[in-house]
């Protein structure tokens, strides 16, 4: 076979040359991982996360308050959407009012889907307060008052980004009876709020909110949230892949009707 | 036959180079419009995989919504197309031009997002990959790769072929001479 002077045999190389390079260039494990992770994160999101042995006794004694309940809406709504959030993330804050809020008012409102607040504070020096503004929503969350508290953090972030003063916020949201059962849950677990704005704990009173936090964080490293916001949605129980940053909520709410039509 | 050697490498790599950036743009289209969540692949399921792919579009906060949607869906049919074309090697010379400024406007937009602190998906392969140095590492290769071809596709044109064929399907006259 002369290659030099057949220019078919050339064309049959070429070929030959391309399909190995093709082959080797497609991301075969990426490609495949994606629906691997997708099937087992859908199933955690199904099924609490299992907390450590340490967490356990902590978590046993939060039961008698009951499990956080950070979702807006109806949990048989034929769409989920989870977003990762940290309160002290500006595009967070951005997606909550511009976007969350009108689907909050239509979407959710309608039962069309079931919106779940994950908590996902990240470790930057400026979101100093982050920890604590999870633990108050949190708190919120096992009295049934998340949706306000959330609505009021988000509302008031460069308020109380700025002093640390969370809880005058929070009070703002609710009644004095709820306000007082939340201080009375989060009293112990503030670590960066300054002194005068803490709830007063009682002597030996332990913290049980940093499980639950830590349980979403541990949810979010199996997505996996790489920054916030981060959202996934979940179809009939499929999960699909993971989107991040600041959407309009004209296209996102594109994208949730082109998944009731499916 | 001492200046046909070099020649023959040189077709061999410019071969490579087209072949390899026709396989990034077909994996990228496919990676844009493959159904999500084990859905089968119908015309419902492309449109949910298109619109995922207008949110990542949305999320670098650079066009309207209407130009977003017109983006987001014309996008992954003409890498398909620019792929194929690529692949064929018809007109590389026109084919790897805009191959190169396509990817030298995807790079300039990366690079604007990243510098501005925007923590977005990159979009470039689907959902689910976050912008960040490696995803502009790779594109900033592409973009020298595509620029390589661009250059390697009028040098080859304009040397002697023995054979009377370039490489690619695009037949080069023998010269006179």
Known sequence: ?262 | MSKAAPTSSGRILLLLGRVALAAVFLVAAYAKLKPQGGMPWSPASVKISLAMFAMQVDSYQMLPVNAVNFVAHALPPFELFLGLWLLSGIALRFSSLVTTLLLGGFFSVMVRTFALGLEVSCGCFGPGEQLGTKTLLRDGALLALSLAVFIGAFLIRREPDEVGTSVGAVATPRRAD
């Open chain 1, 1 to 262: 076979m002369n290659l030099r002077r057949n220019p078919i045999s050339w064309r049959f190389l070429g070929s030959i040359c391309a399909l190995f390079v093709l082959a080797l260039l497609v991301p075969w494990g990426q490609l495949l991982a994606p629906a691997r992770a997708q099937t087992q994160a859908a199933a955690s999101a199904k099924q609490p996360t299992k907390t450590s042995s340490k967490s356990a006794p902590k978590a046993a004694q939060a039961e008698q308050l009951g499990t956080p309940n950070k979702g807006v809406g109806s949990p048989t709504a034929p769409v989920t959407m989870e977003v990762f959030s940290d309160y002290q993330c500006p595009m967070c804050g951005q997606l909550f009012q511009q976007t969350l809020r009108p689907m909050i008012n239509d979407y959710v409102a309608s039962g069309k889907v079931y919106l779940i607040h994950r908590d996902f504070p990240l470790p930057i020096a400026d979101h100093r307060f982050n920890w604590d503004a999870a633990r108050w929503g949190t708190a919120a969350a096992r009295i049934g008052k998340f949706e306000e508290v959330d609505t009021a953090l988000y509302e008031n972030v460069r308020g109380w980004g700025a002093d640390g003063n969370i809880q005058k916020y929070v009070a703002s949201a609710l009644n004095p009876a709820d306000f007082k059962r939340v201080q009375k849950i989060v009293a112990g677990c503030l670590t960066q709020t300054p002194q005068e704005f803490r709830p007063p704990a009682q002597a030996g009173q332990g913290c049980s909110l940093d499980a639950f936090i830590n349980q979403d964080i541990a949810l979010g490293k199996q997505v996996p949230v790489q920054a916030t916001p981060t959202y996934v949605f979940t179809k009939r129980g499929q999960r699909l892949a993971p989107g991040s940053g600041f959407v309009s909520w004209p296209l996102m709410k594109q994208f949730i009707d082109s998944l009731l039509t499916q």
